[in-house]
């Protein structure tokens, strides 16, 4: 089992919708959680942090859940500029260093 | 300078050749981060350096790749005798504390 799982898609949701990805992690020491968004061959950019209350900006929400191990991310009312490959990221301590684990990705693709 | 920047953008080498990769992380941040991502497919740690400490090199998926980091900011990953499996997107990240930055990344294609 992968130690950050992702759905990967591909989502296909018209302008407009409301769209959830989940992402499960496997290790319980994880500690600091982030999204980042993925456009066709280019590097990854950082959407959002994940806190444990919860957090949202603009039309992004994101939310922790650490007793069932998943973080979450809802995109209100998607735009055509929403279309990517979404990236869950789990920080976690090991070997005495701090590294992101990465997901595979869950693509959106918004349609007209 | 104001982001991470890598170089070159492009290479390729023919199989059994050397090549270098270079990484220049933003000023200051005291974390970098090698990754490597095949077409279609996620993110692959490769290697990460903190500060003065050892690095972590764990990701490092053959004794053909190797790494360093000098004077704690600009970074070169080595592969050895290039594999066509080699073929990949080499992404560079750092960070002071929390969030990473890529870079831009490093096409390599493996003849």
């Known amino acids: 089992r992968k130690e950050v799982e992702q759905d990967p898609g591909p989502f296909n949701v018209p302008e407009g919708a409301t769209v959830a990805f989940n992402c499960t992690y496997s290790n319980s020491a994880s500690q600091s959680f982030f999204w980042y968004r993925q456009d066709c061959r280019k590097e990854p950019k950082l959407l959002m942090s994940v806190y444990s209350s919860g957090n949202e900006d603009g039309r992004f929400t994101a939310q922790l859940n650490r007793a069932s191990q998943y973080i979450s991310l809802l995109i209100r009312d998607s735009k055509l500029s929403d279309s990517a490959t979404y990236l869950c990221?789990?920080?976690?301590?090991?070997?005495?260093?701090?590294?992101?684990?990465f997901g595979t990705g869950t693509r959106l693709k918004v349609l007209a | 300078g104001a982001g991470v920047s890598q170089s070159p953008s492009n290479k390729v080498t023919e199989k059994g050749k050397d090549v270098e990769l270079r990484c220049d992380p933003i000023?200051?941040?005291?974390?970098l981060y090698w990754y490597r991502q095949s077409l279609g497919q996620g993110l692959e740690f490769l290697i990460y350096f903190q500060g003065n400490s050892a690095p972590d090199k764990s990701g490092l998926p053959s004794d053909r790749f190797s790494a360093e980091r000098t004077g704690g900011s600009v970074s070169t990953l080595t592969i050895q005798r290039t594999q066509q499996e080699d073929s990949a997107v080499y992404l560079c990240a750092s960070s002071l504390d929390g969030a990473y930055t890529f870079g831009s990344g490093t096409r390599l294609t493996v003849v």
């Open positions: 000023s200051g941040h005291t974390a």
């Open positions: 990221v789990v920080n976690r301590r090991g070997s005495g260093t701090y590294k992101y684990i």
